[in-house]
């Protein structure tokens, strides 16, 4: 059922997986590694035809003149504000709302508690596409068209089915005698939910909080569909300004979408330790 461990396949096996694994590492990187070449060339270079060799300009490469036109000559520093204003607020809320009711529906036992489940976990299978016009609309009839609120709530709603999913399993593979002893010492169910649960739960909500912190933030087609002002739009949808009526200036755009891929990697980095941890835990007895 599972893949042997390369270990147990013939020499000849190894050696070729050896020699295909880094060829395969660099195919899979290949369009990261273009997208950093050129957020480093002028923008000459591309009406040029000129992709992948170096600058045919006096000026050489142009790295630092790139990142600060990035930065000083755009609203890319605006951009990446709103999406940190966008991404805290909806990481937080969506694994708060999830810590509560993953605890409902894996510690307590009453009817309907598996269909309620069922309809948050239905909710991860809908095709974002077909609720574009929908969502759309509401969000305008409610006066959050175009504002951050309406995007933090908006993702809030969708991100806690997925969740609720990661917890409610979480918290069902926690030692059940732990609550029953709190409950028969007569602490009440909300200070077991704060006291007992929820440290138990710091592995699984660090790794939630990367997951959902990585979802949104490199989230594109909400910020398309849900805003379309500077003072709005997240970073992945204020990219699309470097597109010019009669020239896109792809060297621009190379060079903040570097910008926007830090903060993503950064959270993974600071955060691996613990969500290494959430994933595998229980993975072992």
Known sequence: MFPRPIQQYSSGAQVTYKIALPIVLLLWLIPLLAVMW???????????????GLPTGEGGFEGLTNYWMVFAESDMPRYLWNSVVITVPTMFGAVALSCMTGFALGVYRFKGNLLIFFMFVAGNFVPFQILMVPVRDLTDQMGLYDTRAGLILFHIAF???????????????????LIEAARVEGVSEWRIFWYVVLPLMKPAIAALCVLIFTFIWNDFFWAVVLTQSPESQPVTAGITAFNAQFRAMYHLM?????V???????????MQKHFIAGLTLGAVK
């Open 38 to 52: 050129f957020s480093i060339k002028p923008g000459e270079d591309f009406t040029q035809g000129n992709y992948w």
């Open 159 to 177: 991100q806690t089915g997925f969740c609720t999913l990661f917890m409610r399993n979480f918290i069902r593979a926690l030692p059940r005698p």
């Open 254 to 258: 190379s060079a903040g979408s570097i």
């Open 260 to 270: 926007a891929a830090i903060p993503p990697v950064a959270m993974f980095f600071l």
